[in-house]
């Protein structure tokens, strides 16, 4: 599949590894707030219908104080404005514009129906939940 892409700065999505499931997103602007700090990855993408954007944070971001604001920021097919990344300041210790602030990753999305029942069929029910089958 070929997603197409705007990026004036040339800041294009890149895998860290072939076999890696999300490409890494680079910082080409920064903008801060008392409520935020916000990076601009430099590009817009032209997502096909049928399939989504997922922006996530790396891995490295235990090794910062900042926490991606909404956990996961769904990019919808008719989104066509720049991608930024949202965090909220937790300390000091921030990325630089230039540094990998974040992984995106496109995926198929499914239109589903939902049907109003007045009971689920409970025979594989799991019960519990939040870590009820072990820690």
Do not use: H, W
């Not at 210790?93 to 409970?122: H, R, T």
Request: aromatic share 10%; proline share 3%; with cysteine.
């Amino acid at each position: 599949m070929i997603i197409r892409i705007n990026s004036e700065s040339n800041n294009i999505p890149k895998k860290g590894n072939a076999t890696d499931a999300a490409y890494d997103c680079t910082a080409v602007s920064v903008n801060e707030t008392d409520d935020y700090i916000e990076y601009g990855l430099g590009f817009s993408l032209e997502i096909p219908k049928g399939f989504a954007g997922f922006i996530y944070p790396r891995s490295s971001i235990s090794k910062y104080d900042l926490i991606l604001c909404n956990s996961v920021g769904v990019i919808d097919s008719g989104f066509r404005d720049e991608l930024k990344a949202r965090f909220k300041r937790t300390g000091s210790k921030i990325y630089e514009v230039g540094n990998k602030v974040c992984q995106l990753i496109i995926a198929p999305i499914y239109n589903i129906e939902f049907e109003q029942v007045n009971e689920l069929d409970l025979q594989n029910d799991r019960k519990g939940g939040f870590g009820s089958t072990g820690i």
